[in-house]
């Protein structure tokens, strides 16, 4: 077989015939889904009934969709509504017609029924029944709740209340309503900054010089909140004009925030502050944490050192950022296509017309990166038709590779100007885990640990791919993977191959059979209540004044402290869009626009003889809080995030989400609830800026909410019929869908092992020895063969791919960490109350053991509260004002005890 590639410029005993299947060579194309793409396949699998059935039954398997569900009363609630329906419209719809046309008599019919007295009561209640069922069962469903509303309900969406005719500007800043206003915030937040600056060098008193640090957080928080505001909007604004405006801005204030990291006489003002043991005295400890931060941001850049020294730094900085945007913006397969001849052999096992749409002739053009190709992977049954498209999808050229490998090596130079042996050990030096030697032990104990279960997955993929070929010596290739992966858990569907584990990708499973139970509207409904149970706080559905928002789909939740009242705004940004001039970022993302400061002791700055708050454009009356606190009056500006996911958006029925869309979900909001509970005296240390390997811990955590089965059918229920979901199917759904996660989860260890290794060298002598002319392909070599899934492909440079190296470097580790962290607060201050008040019920008997019972709200009552203070004092209202650590000494050292990592378990 001929493939052609065409090249970018610059990616176990559990054999086929215990499920039933008989593999033959020719084909085993469309076994499992082939109406998900929404095309018939001809080929047809054969069972063998009698001996698989027997090995089922031994393994206890169920044999049918139908012996998976057992008797419940939401079930049984559902049939009557259908079967009731059913016979009361054949009865008023039969005895219409009969009447109509004259072939019953109402007086000779009431006398019959009189003659015999029983079917007057049977007549009687054959009526009442399902009138009355019917009426109960309505009004159960009669007013959804506002909140559910706005995303289920574009009609409810449009209503008068919800949207203002008062006009304003982007997230209700009066004058950001054109691209051109873009120019002039930066122009005015330039002159503010340049008087600040002037400031805080000029300070000679100790009154003055305590100001520093304040002065500094507003310096900062007046520069960031345009850079982050404007970060949001050139990925999602549907108007490419506003998109570049705001590009612009980001770039122009990005490079004025540079300026000011290497400002010597800032660094020497802040060191009169911090090194002042006077002006130290008079700090609060918040103030004293944000200035050793500062001062660390200031060193990493270089400024403590001599002249000379500090211009190479500068150097070395620019071109590792100049090497780092091309790298991201490169970071594609170099393979642009593949060409396959005889396409109908070729590709078996593909749709007929998928294949006809990409061929031409006696010649198939199958476009690298494009669903096609990820489609190839899943259902060709062509195994050399597979691996091309492997080694394409994992293709990177020379230039690609030199690009990463000088991006690597300046910035070990970096690093190593700053006296630090490492990149790694310079970056790592104020996250939790504190030194490359901790993370890499941490890794490995992490692969060590969990290698054995990917190793027993990986050969029942292999004896499935042995009965397939009929080659007891077959060896599972990564181009296998998710072919065989399809047989033996048909819920394993993603087939990207790298999923992001901080934020991962829309799926889209709209034929997810659980997903009528998880409407957008009632998952947000039920995040609602779930935060009201554990935090007090819950959603409300704000008005949007016209112009506020960037597209119509856009809802803006307003977060209500059940104490404090109204604490933060959340725009949800949640659905797909194709029509735009610029394409949406489609990833799910949590985007801080700003965060809470202290704003009402801000000096009054005069530029150009105008005030303050007549000069700032960005200032938003609505979103500050007046606080009393200890007799003193504080005036706070609110947190304002944007939360971004590419749902899929329905035209009639409400939109529906997966299983994995709904994690997602709660992940997000779990950073979002980090953002609005810290309130702040300074930006710098506002929710989610805090250590990197510690800012997923509340995302994560709130994500084990979303995988426990009691939480989600709490308010999981069927969007048309009402029907609930059974907490015992949820949990055999989940079971079955997971059944291969061993797989992606050494992967991603894989992958922070690598992200190591390649930013401290001195990890390398683990893996590989002599690499001293550095070459990111031999160590991507070496780490794969020890710890990935599947030996290293030669000829594929899969690591131009992994961009999380330029803003994750030597950090990726941090998704494990955190989720050991959220994993042991999980389970001592939330999973252990459902032990301790429901006794060891497990969750096969959860429909007898809770039935109809709402979780959230009997937990949230008995126990959950007092252990979502603990989070919500301990954790999220902290953000980064302390250390984790010392916050766990302070607090959480009571319920979480001494965390070890050997104790971390992936699978619980």
């Not at 051109?180 to 008087?195: H, L, S, Y």
């Not at 061929?359 to 597979?386: D, M, V």
């Not at 998710?482 to 569907?493: H, I, V």
Request: hydrophobic residues 35%.
């Amino acid at each position: 077989m001929n493939f052609g590639l065409h090249f970018k410029r610059s990616f176990t005993p559990l054999i086929a015939k215990q499920y039933g299947v008989n593999f033959t060579k020719a084909t085993a194309s469309s076994l499992i889904y082939s109406q998900r793409e929404g095309f018939n396949s001809s080929t047809k699998s054969n069972f063998e009934q009698p001996e698989s059935f027997v090995k089922s039954q031994k393994l206890g398997r169920p044999m049918s969709p139908i012996t998976i569900y057992k008797p419940q009363i939401t079930s049984v609630l559902s049939i009557s509504s259908r079967v009731t329906g059913a016979g009361l419209g054949v009865g008023i719809y039969g005895f219409a017609a009969l009447y109509s046309f004259n072939l019953l008599d109402p007086t000779a019919f009431v006398s019959l029924v009189h003659s015999f007295p029983v079917l007057v009561g049977l007549a009687k209640a054959a009526i009442a029944y399902p009138v009355a069922f019917h009426s109960a069962n309505g009004i159960r469903h009669l007013k959804p709740t506002p909140l559910q509303s706005i995303f289920d309900n574009q009609e409810y969406f449009r209503k008068k209340e919800l949207n203002s005719d008062i006009k304003t500007g982007i997230f209700q800043y009066e004058h950001l309503q054109t691209p051109m206003d873009f120019e002039t915030i930066v122009k005015i937040r330039t002159k503010q900054a340049d008087k600040l600056v002037d400031l805080v060098c000029k300070a000679d008193s100790i009154e003055e010089i305590k100001k520093t640090v304040k002065r500094l957080d507003r310096l900062s928080d007046m520069i960031c909140s345009v850079v982050d505001m404007a970060e949001v909007i050139r990925h999602i604004h549907p108007s490419k004009k506003m998109a570049e405006a705001a590009n612009a801005a980001h770039v122009a204030l990005s490079n004025y925030l540079n300026r000011l990291n290497t400002h010597q006489k800032l660094y020497e003002a802040l060191g009169k502050a911090v090194n002042n043991p006077a002006v130290q005295s008079l700090m609060s400890e918040q103030e004293k944490r944000v200035g050793a931060l500062l001062t660390m941001d200031f060193e990493n850049s270089g400024i403590h050192m001599p002249a000379e020294t500090r211009k190479k730094f500068v150097e070395l900085n620019d071109l590792v950022l100049e090497l780092g945007q091309e790298f991201v913006t490169n970071s594609n397969p170099s393979v642009a296509y593949i060409e396959v001849e005889n396409p109908y052999k070729a590709l078996a096992g593909i749709p007929v017309k998928v294949i006809a749409s990409i061929s031409k002739k006696q010649k198939a053009i199958i476009p690298i990166g494009s669903n096609i190709s990820y489609l190839i992977l899943k259902k060709c049954e062509n195994e050399e038709t597979r691996k091309a498209v492997f080694i394409a999808l994992n293709s990177g050229s020379k230039s690609q590779v030199e690009c990463l490998d000088l991006m690597l090596k300046t910035r070990g130079e970096l690093a190593r100007l700053l006296s630090k042996k490492s990149y790694a050990e310079l970056h790592l030096s104020d996250k939790m885990a504190k030194n490359p030697e901790n993370v890499m032990k941490f890794l490995l104990s992490l692969s060590s640990k969990h290698k054995s279960r990917m190793e027993k997955d990986k050969l029942r993929l292999q004896d499935l791919k042995r009965s397939h070929t009929q080659d007891k010596l077959a060896v599972l290739q990564p181009w296998d993977r998710y072919f065989y992966a399809q047989y033996f858990s048909p819920n394993d569907m993603s087939v990207g191959g790298n999923e992001d584990p901080f934020h991962k990708a829309p799926q889209h499973e709209i034929n997810d059979t659980l997903s009528r139970f998880f409407s957008v509207g009632n998952t947000f409904e039920g995040l609602s209540r779930l935060f009201s149970a554990l935090y007090g706080v819950k959603f409300v559905p704000g008005t949007i004044h016209k112009g506020e928002t960037w597209h119509p789909d856009v809802r803006k939740l307003e977060v209500i402290d059940e104490v404090k009242g109204k604490i933060g705004v959340v725009y949800c940004d949640v659905f797909s869009r194709d029509t735009a001039e610029v394409r949406k970022y489609e990833n799910a993302a949590h985007f801080t626009v700003r965060c809470s400061r202290r704003i009402d002791q801000d000096e009054n700055l005069n530029i150009d003889g105008v005030g303050d708050k007549e000069n700032d454009i960005l200032r938003n009356a609505a979103a500050e809080i007046n606080v009393n606190e200890k007799e003193e009056c504080k005036v706070y500006q609110m947190p304002i995030v944007v939360l971004v996911t590419s749902f899929y958006k329905s035209k009639h029925a409400p939109s529906l989400l997966s299983l994995s869309e709904v994690e997602t979900l709660f992940h997000e909001m779990g950073h979002a609830m980090h953002s609005m509970l810290a309130r702040s005296d300074f930006q710098h240390i506002s929710g989610t800026r805090c250590a990197m390997d510690f800012v997923e811990v509340p995302s994560i955590l709130t994500e084990f909410f979303a995988k426990d089965p009691l939480v989600l059918c709490s308010f999981a229920e069927d969007y048309e019929t009402g029907e609930k979901l059974s907490p015992s199917v949820l949990s055999s759904y989940r079971k079955a869908s997971n059944a291969l996660e061993s797989l992606e989860n050494q992967h991603q260890i894989q992958l922070a092992i690598l992200d190591q290794v390649y930013h401290a060298p001195e990890n390398s002598e683990l893996f590989i020895a002599g690499n001293k002319n550095f070459s990111s392909t031999d160590i991507l070599r070496a780490v794969q063969n020890k710890v990935g899934v599947f030996p290293y492909t030669e000829g594929t440079a899969w690591q131009i791919q992994f961009s999380h190296l330029l803003t994750y470097g030597s950090s990726y580790y941090s998704y494990f960490w955190s989720r050991m962290w959220a994993q042991r607060l999980y389970q001592e201050l939330f999973s252990k109350q459902i032990t301790e008040q429901y006794g060891k019920k497990s969750l096969g008997n959860a429909d007898k053991d809770f039935p109809s019972v709402d979780m959230i709200e009997i937990l949230g009552k008995n126990g959950w509260r007092d252990s979502g203070q603990i989070v919500k004092t301990e954790i999220l209202e902290v953000g980064g004002g302390r250390d984790p650590s010392i916050g766990n000494k302070l607090g959480l050292s009571k319920v979480l005890g001494n965390l070890n990592s050997d104790d971390f378990d992936l699978y619980k």
